[in-house]
């Protein structure tokens, strides 16, 4: 009777151990599952692509009202706020720097003129040949041009040095003279060669007349606000 219940009692654990087994592995899976579930890769956003680079800054408000209030005071001011402008100082620039910038302008045109002058008396110019159809009195007359906006040049520098000293006397006699030099030229032309005045020059003469106004109209601005 013993032994039956022993065999009986042997069976019975053998029939529920794969059931155990079975329960036993499978409660570990099903935890890895929710545990995946929760805890699994998350879907990664991609990033927003970075943003364009800011346009440049523009000048500030207002340093672009001091530009235009001041070439408002000037005979041609739409030429002062493109001279002025064309200077990226001026965008910090008090009244005495707009001046000196303005300076600076008339001095590259001078500086454009005596170029010009020697190129075409020496044939370099773009057309290649020396103007006057090789004139020496015309060769002549063109090297003395190149003398003078060579002279108009060096008289703007000195009105530079005179603003950055405050000598605002000096520099308005200084930049009157660089504007009279290239007219010495077309009178040179008028008397000796009529008719036969560049019209590169004419055109470098008028500018730098013009600049010339505009520095002296900011300098005058200037010595005013400053007495």
Do not use: W
Request: glycine letters at 6%.
């Amino acid at each position: 009777m013993a032994t039956t219940t022993k065999n009986a009692m042997v069976l019975l654990l053998l029939a529920l151990l794969p059931l155990a087994a079975v329960s036993s592995r499978a409660g570990p899976s099903s935890a890895h599952k929710t545990h995946g579930h929760g805890h699994g890769p998350k879907h990664v956003h991609p990033s927003p692509p970075p943003s364009s680079s800011p346009p440049p800054a523009a000048a500030p408000p207002a340093a672009a009202a001091l530009v235009r209030a001041t070439c408002n005071s000037t005979a041609y001011p739409d030429l002062c706020v493109s001279a002025l402008g064309a200077d990226p100082s001026s965008a910090t620039a008090d009244v005495r720097g707009l001046s000196a910038i303005a300076v600076s302008a008339a001095a590259a045109n001078a500086s454009g003129g005596a170029a010009t002058a020697a190129a075409l008396a020496n044939g370099t110019s773009p057309e290649g040949t020396a103007a006057g159809g090789g004139d020496a009195t015309v060769q002549a007359l063109l090297r003395t041009c190149a003398a003078k906006y060579g002279d108009a040049r060096n008289a703007l520098a000195a009105a530079r040095e005179s603003i950055a000293a405050q000598d605002y006397d000096f520099a308005a006699v200084h930049v009157s003279a660089a504007a009279e030099y290239p007219q010495v030229c077309k009178a040179l032309f008028r008397r000796q060669r009529p008719g036969a005045y560049p019209a590169e020059l004419a055109a470098r003469e008028e500018a730098l007349r013009q600049l010339c106004s505009v520095a002296l109209d900011i300098i005058a601005l200037l010595a005013n606000t400053s007495d």
